[in-house]
């Protein structure tokens, strides 16, 4: 056991702290050398990994934002092993926190994880090794960021979940939203989306004046706001994190973007993040299928579409869509005016929340919208979207037109 440790400490101390591949290929030598010791090797490995995750939990991180870096940054195999040190490290908790993962040990015994490891990637123990070490040093480089939720093993979780201060939204009600969206995605005539997309944020906005004034009646369980990420990631993630914005406004959220790390963070109370989550996975999905319509119906025109028309379409269909949730949102508030002190709390409680998280936030200056054809698509794929609000509403101009 101690040389088998003694291996690991050495390839990680020579690897892990130098931006020379040739430090990183002497770790994976090292770790690589000795057939006989590979089992074991393994062994050690995926515990020092677990430690690593574990470092990464403390400093904010949680499993979808570091798989989302390492599939940017790195490999498939990669991304495997990162997988394999998440359910590792969860494994040893009773409770894991809200979205936090579903990964699963299918290793068995830790003892055999280095050879089903080597079997299952198909690779040579070298190269095997060196994609660890690249994980490892992917982990330890993770930079502190704004935590959003208690991690496994808190005793704040458990308190949590004694209390029941986070409400999701009713299964029934859930399971409705979730097929209205589907239907949506699926068919391609854009009035029947229209009205499949409407109704769900219908149900969504009705379920939030609902909560809303249940809390404020003291019968219903005390909340407070808590946070969620949502990936954020390229092409065109500008315009993605304009939608994301506009979907949060609308379902009484704040969504602070991370353009460096490729996600946003979203502030809201428990049920509305569950709103968020479902609306813009959605809208993204007819946007885009919107957007390949579009495209292609420019190229049968017999004019060549490029990046610049997709970046223009989708920031129209993202600004013109945050116009129409926030008319949809206001008018289901105002249908009745008594409700409306509930939901103003329920405002200041996520203002005050989102505050607290990023008391410093920088305005970002949005480029890529001189596609007038692109514009004028994604204009009108958002109002085909319509989700929500009474009348037509007036074009958006291209900026700077």
């Known amino acids: 056991m101690t040389d088998l440790a003694d291996i690991v400490d050495r390839a990680c101390e020579a690897a892990l702290y130098s931006q020379d591949d040739s430090a990183l290929d002497a770790g994976a030598s090292l770790l690589a050398a000795d057939t006989g010791r590979w089992a074991g090797v393994g062994r050690v490995l995926l515990a020092r990994g677990e430690g690593y995750v574990r470092q990464a939990w403390e400093r904010g991180w949680q499993p979808a934002d570091v798989l989302r870096l390492v599939r940017r940054d790195l490999g498939q195999i990669h991304l495997?092993?990162?997988?394999?040190?998440?359910?590792g490290e969860a494994r040893a908790y009773a409770r894991l926190p809200e979205r936090w993962t579903d990964a699963e040990v299918w290793w068995g015994d830790d003892e055999r994880y280095g050879e089903r490891l080597a079997a299952r990637a198909r690779v040579d123990r070298f190269t095997l090794a060196t994609?660890?070490?690249?994980?490892?040093?992917?982990l330890i480089r993770l930079p502190s960021i704004e935590p959003v939720g208690p991690l496994p093993g808190d005793p704040v979780l458990a308190?949590?979940?004694?209390?029941?201060?986070h409400a999701h939204i009713e299964p029934r009600m859930l399971g409705r939203i979730r097929a209205l969206l589907a239907k949506a995605e699926a068919t391609t005539f854009p009035e029947e989306a229209e009205a499949l997309?409407?109704?769900?944020q219908e149900l969504m906005a009705r379920h939030t004046v609902d909560e809303a004034l249940l809390a404020a009646s003291g019968r219903g369980p005390v909340q407070v706001p808590g946070a969620c990420r949502i990936g954020v990631e390229p092409p065109y993630e500008e315009a993605k994190a304009v939608l994301l914005d506009a979907v949060a406004g609308a379902n009484r959220c704040r969504a602070v973007w991370n353009s460096g790390f490729e996600f946003s963070t979203v502030v809201g109370f428990e049920s509305d993040l569950e709103a968020v989550e479902l609306l813009y996975t959605s809208l993204l999905v007819q946007g885009t299928a919107a957007m390949t319509r579009a495209e292609a119906g420019q190229r049968a025109g017999g004019r060549k579409r490029t990046k610049t028309f997709r970046q223009s379409f989708l920031l129209a269909y993202a600004s013109r869509l945050g116009q129409r949730l926030t008319e949809t949102a206001e008018h289901t508030a105002a249908?009745?005016?008594?409700?409306?002190?509930?939901?103003?709390?329920?405002?200041?409680?996520?203002?005050s929340r989102a505050e607290e998280m990023f008391p410093r936030t920088t305005t970002t200056r949005l480029r890529g919208a001189t596609d007038l054809a692109g514009w004028e698509d994604g204009t009108a794929a958002a109002d085909r979207a319509h989700v929500g609000g009474k009348g037509s509403a007036n074009r958006r101009p291209l900026p700077g037109s």
């Open 131 to 138: 994609a660890v070490l690249e994980v490892f040093r992917l």
């Open 80 to 87: 495997d092993i990162t997988g394999d040190l998440v359910a």
């Open 159 to 165: 308190h949590a979940a004694l209390e029941h201060t």
């Open 335 to 351: 249908e009745a005016p008594d409700n409306l002190p509930a939901l103003v709390a329920r405002d200041v409680a996520v203002t």
């Open 197 to 200: 997309s409407a109704k769900a």
